[in-house]
């Protein structure tokens, strides 16, 4: 017997929200051919052109060898083009090609429409609540590390 019964660790029902919503994207974005961890980094990458791997995968919240396991695919698709910074020389910035871009733009359509049905789940007020909740239980966990 353990200590703390199963219904009683939030942790555990964050993980069932995490592995629901992760799901519902994955279905989503089949039309696309892009994995959840792909649609990420292609999301961030039209928000942040150039960027490196390490801030994708920082941004991404994956490791930096997955993140360019990630990338690696997304290159070999033709979706992203990685080149040498200009001063940086180990450093490769990362970009949408114009495929890249047309297929962030329909996986976004299709992962904005799952978005938007689990909000419409909630009130406006339940909505703030819930993100100051599961910040504020990223705060806690963070100072635990």
């Avoid at 994207?25 to 961890?37: E, F, G, I, Q, S």
């Avoid at 297929?103 to 007020?125: N, T």
Wanted: hydrophobic fraction near 40%.
């Amino acid at each position: 017997m353990t200590s703390m019964p199963a219904e009683e660790r939030i942790g555990s029902h964050v993980k069932r929200a995490e592995q629901a919503l992760l799901g519902a994207k994955n279905t989503a974005l089949k039309p696309a051919a892009v994995t959840v961890p792909q649609y990420a980094a292609l999301y961030w990458l039209g928000e942040n052109s150039g960027i490196s791997a390490a801030a994708l995968s920082r941004l991404c919240g994956v490791t930096p060898p997955t993140m360019n396991t990630v990338l690696k695919n997304l290159q070999e698709r033709g979706l992203i083009e990685r080149t040498p910074h200009a001063w940086h020389r180990n450093v490769l910035e990362t970009r949408l090609t114009e495929e890249g871009r047309a297929v962030l733009d329909q996986a976004d359509e299709a992962a904005v429409r799952v978005e938007r049905a689990l909000a419409a789940a909630f009130s406006e007020e339940e909505r703030e609540q819930l993100v100051g909740l599961l910040g504020r239980c990223a705060e806690v966990l963070d100072t635990l590390r």
